[in-house]
């Protein structure tokens, strides 16, 4: 059964999950903004079934060059609210997913892919 949160108190676990980076991790973000909307809207050409927790869209720093300063958008990390909470059967599960998830996208900005999270134990 899905757990029921308000948005209020989500957005807190989000900004607890954002505090609880380490701060030389935190400083060395780069035009990054993470968000909170209530599903993945799965793109042409997916699986319409599709389901994310959350996602990153952007130019990791590993791959950015002195092109990229000329007027790129800032990336974007994405954690999906209703996604999170159809899988968690308690406020301690949405918690510790909402770090993971978090950890996961910041660590996508810093270039680690899925595999190697995994590796971690961040997939």
Do not use: K
């Not at 790129?72 to 997913?97: G, H, K, T």
């Not at 910041?106 to 961040?122: M, P, S, T």
């Amino acid at each position: 059964m899905a757990m029921e949160m308000s948005e209020e108190d989500f957005e807190s676990a989000v900004d607890d999950a954002i505090d609880r980076i380490p701060e030389d991790l935190a400083n060395a973000m780069s035009n990054v903004a993470i968000f909170i909307e209530d599903r993945y809207v799965p793109q042409p050409g997916e699986d319409p079934e599709t389901e994310l927790l959350g996602i990153y869209e952007g130019t990791p720093l590993t791959e950015r060059d002195s092109w990229w300063d000329a007027g790129s958008l800032p990336d974007r990390i994405v954690i999906f609210r209703e996604s999170i909470l159809a899988m968690c059967e308690s406020r301690q599960e949405v918690i510790d997913e909402v770090v993971i998830t978090v950890i996961h996208e910041v660590a996508h900005h810093f270039g680690i892919d899925d595999e190697r999270l995994h590796e971690l134990g961040w997939g």
